[in-house]
């Protein structure tokens, strides 16, 4: 039966990412506190930021299962065919 190697990041891509988050969030943040606005307007759009941070990470997730399930039932049928496979060469011989 066929392996599969597990992708792998680098720790330098994770690392980037990682800083790539922080940086986006905190100058987000920075930038809608220094607004020139009342409290209620940054209070409105730092909810959106929450918002779309939170979702972000939810469709991240939920794009990662759905791949990881494809793959893990693509696996399954795979194993299965393998096995009729084997037994119709054994019934043949």
Known sequence: MQTFNQQKD????????WAA???SISMTTFGVVNLPVDNWIKGFMGMGLAFSVGSTFTLAKTTRDLYETKRLT??????????????????LK
């Open 21 to 23: 988050f922080i940086l």
């Open 10 to 17: 680098s720790p330098a891509w994770i690392f980037q990412t």
């Open 74 to 91: 693509s696996r399954i049928e795979e194993a299965k065919v393998e096995k009729l496979l084997s037994q119709h060469d054994v019934i």
